[in-house]
């Protein structure tokens, strides 16, 4: 089920990105975080802390719980 959640998230971010026409690393860079950490969320392989979630849905001016819908 963790794993769902994860890949949901990051499918949900992947497309967010996408639509902004930003890089895994440009949007890495926007939040201040490693260049690969997008890469590795988008793809389900990292646990992300509700801190880092919060900054993305900040980031993309959607609620937290609409990168899990």
Request: aromatic fraction near 6%; charged fraction near 35%; charge should be positive.
């Amino acid at each position: 089920m963790t794993k769902d959640i994860k890949k949901k998230l990051g499918k949900n971010i992947k497309k967010l990105r996408k639509q902004k026409h930003l890089s895994q690393e440009e949007l890495s860079l926007n939040l201040d975080l490693d260049g690969s950490y997008i890469g590795k969320v988008e793809n389900g392989k990292l646990n992300i802390t509700i801190e880092k979630i919060a900054n993305i849905a900040e980031f993309f001016d959607v609620d937290v719980i609409e990168l899990f819908r």
